[in-house]
């Protein structure tokens, strides 16, 4: 079964949105170094902290020399040394050694009109046309500096500010595999927060959690969120660290 991120409905497997809400549902898949079960965007294995981005195969580029404008036209201009040895149609008839059957020489061909008849000149730069500066809006500027968040926790009334840099912010206690950015390492009852516990993702003005894998598992409002599932928080939610409410967060937006 796939619980829905949005209203916990349980839906069957291989169900692309919520038969509740009609939330998209997150796609799933396998940790190719332990078999557990992550998101398909998911940059960590939370079971094993394996990199699940080493193995993605980059795309292979095959570079062909291409000959260049200048190096194309000149090739088939007469006159170009590497036509040298081609006879000059424009000026001689090979039907007979002086000229044609009945013995006049051709007339020269006039050159053509401009410049196209002395030289080709090369195509212009990229640098020669003006860039123009991005345009950007100070409303949305504004209004992306105002979107915070923080977590509160209940025991100690100590606030912790999501860092707003970050789109993937790693929630456990220090660590040389992953360390985390929000360290709970000093709270009371510290000890059942695992080292990688829960990861929070900002996609716009959203914010995501979700349990990588973590022993006694993450609760939001008592209720434990599935592994491979994510929930979306809301202001006022209540994010549990392990069982019985121990350590326990209060998610705010400002």
């Not at 292979?60 to 260049?68: D, I, K, L």
């Not at 000149?121 to 123009?132: C, I, N, R």
């Not at 025991?155 to 360390?179: A, C, F, M, V, Y």
Request: with cysteine; hydrophobic share 30%; charged share 15%.
């Amino acid at each position: 079964m796939i619980v829905c991120p949005n209203c916990n409905h349980q839906n069957p497997e291989g169900a692309v949105q919520c038969e509740a809400c009609y939330t998209p549902l997150p796609a799933t898949t396998n940790c190719s170094n332990c078999g557990a079960t992550v998101q398909t965007d998911a940059n960590f294995c939370g079971q094993c902290g394996f990199n699940l981005r080493t193995n993605t195969p980059l795309p292979s580029v095959e570079e062909t020399s291409m000959p260049s404008f200048v190096e194309f036209v000149g090739a088939a201009t007469p006159g170009n040394s590497s036509s040298a040895s081609q006879p000059d149609l424009f000026t001689t008839n090979s039907l007979g050694p002086e000229g044609n059957e009945l013995g006049n020489s051709l007339p020269d061909v006039a050159p053509l009109p401009g410049s196209l008849g002395k030289e080709l000149l090369p195509p212009p730069l990229a640098s020669d046309f003006p860039v123009p500066s991005p345009v950007v809006s100070s409303d949305s500027h504004t209004r992306l500096q105002q979107q915070t968040a923080k977590l509160l926790h209940l025991r100690t009334d100590t606030p912790l500010e999501l860092p707003p840099q970050l789109s993937l912010i790693h929630i456990g206690k220090w660590n040389d595999r992953i360390p985390p950015d929000i360290d709970v390492s000093g709270f009371p009852d510290s000890e059942i927060v695992s080292r990688i516990h829960a990861d929070i993702r900002v996609e716009g003005d959203a914010f995501y959690i979700e349990d990588v894998g973590s022993s006694n598992g993450t609760y939001i409002n008592n209720m434990l969120i599935p592994l491979g599932n994510r929930h979306r928080l809301r202001s006022g939610d209540r994010i549990s660290l392990g069982k019985g409410d121990r350590v326990t967060f209060l998610f705010q937006i400002s």
